[in-house]
T-cell receptor, first 116, second 110 residues
């Protein structure tokens, strides 16, 4: 298996522009998680899905952030409009059953977002 | 969510054992104890997890205290490639999500 695939690996954009980050989870995994990592705040959980349905979006910082999972093999995280404080590394992870059922998370290599 | 306490940093020498401690005194009875590590410029990587009994795999061993309020990740022979941030995170029961604390930065000296 190719693992969790994220694209792009790097994104540089100007403040105010729309940014879309993409994730392909491991086939057969029912849970998908989006995390954000910065030096100041560490690794933060933004949102997670179960069977393509958003379950907990309490970590989404504000309305400028939205995430979708139109099917089991694809998810997007969109920021519109982007701001310099959104600069971070965004990770996507998937797991078979969620972390409560003896099921580790598999992370992608992340997208490094820079907003100027 | 249960909270954890880990040392900010630890140092080890190559080929020596490393014991990484974690306190999770508020852990619930159904929470698993998960350990992940993050190498530089990579996403976190699963290391090991356990519920009550000690666990071993090809990467490490996990020793869980009898009262489950603490655990220790054991790297039997540290290598330079083990230099990473190590996260200890309880999760389980009705909580399907995993949140991460600050972890322990492990430095391995040649």
């Amino acid at each position: 298996d190719a693992g969790v695939i994220q694209s792009p690996r790097h994104e540089v954009t100007e403040m105010g522009q729309e940014v879309t980050l993409r994730c392909k989870p491991i086939s057969g995994h029912d849970y998908l998680f989006w995390y954000r990592q910065t030096m100041m705040r560490g690794l933060e959980l933004l949102i997670y899905f179960n069977n393509n349905v958003p379950i907990d979006d309490s970590g989404m910082p504000e309305d400028r952030f939205s995430a979708k999972m139109p099917n089991a093999s694809f998810s997007t995280l969109k920021i519109q409009p982007s701001e310099p404080r959104d600069s971070a590394v965004y990770f996507c992870a998937s797991s078979l059953y969620g972390s409560s059922y003896n099921s580790p998370l598999h992370f992608g290599n992340g997208t490094r977002l820079t907003v100027t | 969510d249960a909270k954890t306490t880990q040392p900010n940093s630890m140092e080890s020498n190559e080929e020596e054992p490393v014991h990484l401690p974690c306190n999770h005194s508020t852990i619930s009875g159904t929470d698993y104890i998960h350990w992940y590590r993050q190498l530089p410029s990579q996403g976190p990587e699963y290391v090991i997890h356990g519920l009550t009994s000690n666990v071993n795999n090809r990467m490490a061993s996990l020793a869980i205290a009898e009262d489950r309020k603490s655990s220790t990740l054991i790297l039997h022979r540290a290598t330079l490639r083990d230099a990473a941030v190590y996260y200890c995170e309880p999760s389980g029961g009705s909580n399907y999500k995993l949140t991460f604390g600050k972890g322990t930065l492990l430095t391995v000296n040649p």
